[in-house]
Nanobody
Framework: QVQLVESGGGLVQAGGSLRLSCAAS????????MGWYRQAPGKQRELVAV???????NYADSVKGRFTISRDNAKNTVYLQMNSLKPEDTAVYYC?????????????????WGQGTQVTVSS
């Protein structure tokens, strides 16, 4: 009942930049925390950055100072600006959202994932 659609991935050289976007749509009563995770081949999925509905942020140590997460509540969209990219940033990046879903008079909390977008950083 809620869809997350990511965009903005691609191939970039080391030191370059990319901006990921994730738009949420569907039966959204309220979007709570939104975040970005990534999964490299052979590795577990890991948190990259998260932002609360109030704008508080938290980052993985490996991306602090290089990545910036932001959101546009009016557009139900979260962004990840990635600068100074390194080959070790290569992964599939997934958007995640905690949502209060509203269907008629019923409301409930749920968590959703996007389909993922590939980011490849060449050396």
């Amino acid at each position: 009942q809620v869809q997350l659609v990511e965009s903005g991935g691609g191939l970039v050289q080391a030191g370059g930049s990319l901006r990921l976007s994730c738009a949420a749509s569907g039966n959204i009563f309220r979007l709570n925390a939104m975040g970005w995770y990534r999964q490299a081949p052979g590795k577990q999925r890991e948190l990259v950055a998260v932002i609360t509905s109030g704008g508080n942020t938290n980052y993985a140590d490996s991306v602090k100072g290089r990545f910036t997460i932001s959101r546009d509540n009016a557009k139900n969209t979260v962004y990840l600006q990635m600068n100074s990219l390194k080959p070790e940033d290569t992964a599939v990046y997934y958007c995640n959202a905690d949502v209060v879903v509203g269907v008629r008079v019923a409301y409930y909390n749920s968590n959703y994932w996007g389909q993922g977008t590939q980011v490849t950083v060449s050396s």
